[in-house]
């Protein structure tokens, strides 16, 4: 699924460029990829539509059933992970966003639908490098180009990193 998201990623650099999921479907399969992997990249991807729609109702304040200006986190907040997120994150990726958050390049809101994302993984933990793609696919689906120092992160091979 995540070379599947990862294709998406660097064919559609925006969200809002990206075709409707039953086209972007038909392009996948067109470009070789197994239809159960394409299967479980539609199905996530469209939770992350859904996940930053409803980020969207919160941020701007408007009234969505279900939804309420006064979950958004406020600053001297803190985040405690349930049982399942630690579980499902690992102790590797909850350190990675406690990281990004910290660095002040990973708003609250946007770390909530990351954990919604990685929570929607069928395997877990979900590893790190995983974890840098959900990140970066939820920059993609805000439409947020990340700067140079966070797509280095995202991106980074560690194991080509030479220590100096």
């Not at 990829?33 to 729609?53: K, M, R, S, T």
């Not at 279900?66 to 992970?81: C, D, L, T």
Request: glycine letters at 6%; a negative charge; aromatic letters at 10%.
């Amino acid at each position: 699924m995540f070379d599947v998201l990862v294709y998406v990623y660097e064919h559609y650099w925006r969200g809002d460029a990206c075709p409707e999921l039953p086209l972007l479907g038909r392009k996948l399969s067109a470009a070789g990829f197994d239809a159960d992997e394409i299967e479980q990249a539609l199905a996530w991807l469209a939770g992350l539509n859904i996940a930053a729609q409803h980020s969207d109702m919160i941020h701007v304040g408007s009234a969505k059933p279900g939804f309420h200006p006064a979950y958004v986190q406020s600053p001297n907040s803190m985040r405690i992970y349930s049982e399942a997120e630690q579980q499902h994150v690992g102790a590797a990726g909850l350190g990675f966003l406690t990281f990004m958050e910290a660095a002040g390049v990973l708003p609250a809101q946007m770390r909530e639908i990351v954990v919604d994302r990685a929570m929607a993984v069928p395997n877990y933990p979900v590893s790190l490098d995983d974890l840098k793609i959900i990140v970066l696919m939820v920059y993609w689906s805000a439409g947020i180009e990340p700067d140079a120092l966070v797509l280095d992160e995202l991106c980074d091979d560690q194991i080509a990193r030479v220590a100096h």
